[in-house]
């Protein structure tokens, strides 16, 4: 099992930018594929990006294609997703979820979940 913890959700702008991190431990971090998936209020939920094992590939859902990056860091066990051009429709709870090796984007593939992390994007 993998434990997973996100950080660095909060308050922005519309048009503004966050950064989210989710800290990896108990499995071979270089071992496992990684997704975001968020949930908005009343809304069940949904992939928002995804990267390999190798960091070679990356998939992103069309609704922040171009917008967000998704990446990591093997040297110290953490995943990463840049959010630029935020959108109101981008508040949600973002969860971050670890499988073997290789990406989807289906929710029920991801056998870890960590606890979420709060994005509110308002004026």
């Known amino acids: 099992q993998v434990q997973l913890v996100e950080s660095g959700g909060g308050l922005v702008q519309p048009g503004g930018s966050l950064r989210l991190s989710c800290a990896a431990s108990g499995r071979t971090f270089s071992n496992l594929a990684f997704g975001w998936f968020r949930q908005a209020p009343g809304k069940g939920r949904e992939f928002v990006a995804a990267i390999n094992w190798d960091g070679r590939s990356t998939y992103y859902a069309t609704a922040v294609r171009g917008r967000f990056t998704m990446s990591r860091d093997d040297a110290n066990d953490t995943v990463f997703l840049q959010m630029n051009s935020l959108r109101p429709e981008d508040t949600a709870v973002y969860y971050c979820?670890?499988?073997?090796?290789?990406?989807?984007?289906?929710?029920?593939?991801?056998?870890?979940w960590g606890q979420g992390t709060q994005v509110t994007v308002s004026s």
């Open positions: 979820a670890a499988r073997t090796r290789y990406y989807t984007d289906r929710e029920a593939d991801f056998g870890s």
